[in-house]
């Protein structure tokens, strides 16, 4: 997770490209660039360390480009400032997945009432069967 000071000099490091966007405008698509382009190099990054750099080339590589850049779009909105916050929030959000590092499971075991309460359980169910037997 990034801290909110990492956050935003990682902002800085971002470089935006606009282009017409499609869909829904009428005479706007034709005229006004909405769409915008976010690009981000993690491996010349200095706000992220090498460790955070491994982690998100790895883990991000189906999005990271030969030369490591993370590339995003949004297109969303008619606004291109609209856009462009949303595809910050977006790629914010995105390293911050990554980088989240899960916590370790605990193997743990029944208590000894549980399992009392399941053997119960069990003993209750098979005398409700045995009942229903015929008595021949």
Known sequence: MLATEQIQNIKKE??????????????????????????????????????????????????ITESGELKLTEEKYRSQLRNKEEVVKKCIEIINKALHIPKKRRATKPSKASKQKRVEGKKRRSEVKQNRRKLF
């Open 14 to 63: 971002f470089s935006y490209k606009t282009s017409r966007s499609g869909g829904k405008g009428g005479q706007n698509v034709n005229k006004v660039e909405t769409k915008v382009e976010l690009s981000f190099n993690v491996s010349v990054s200095e706000v992220l360390n090498d460790t955070q750099k491994q982690i998100l080339l790895v883990k991000l590589s189906h999005r």
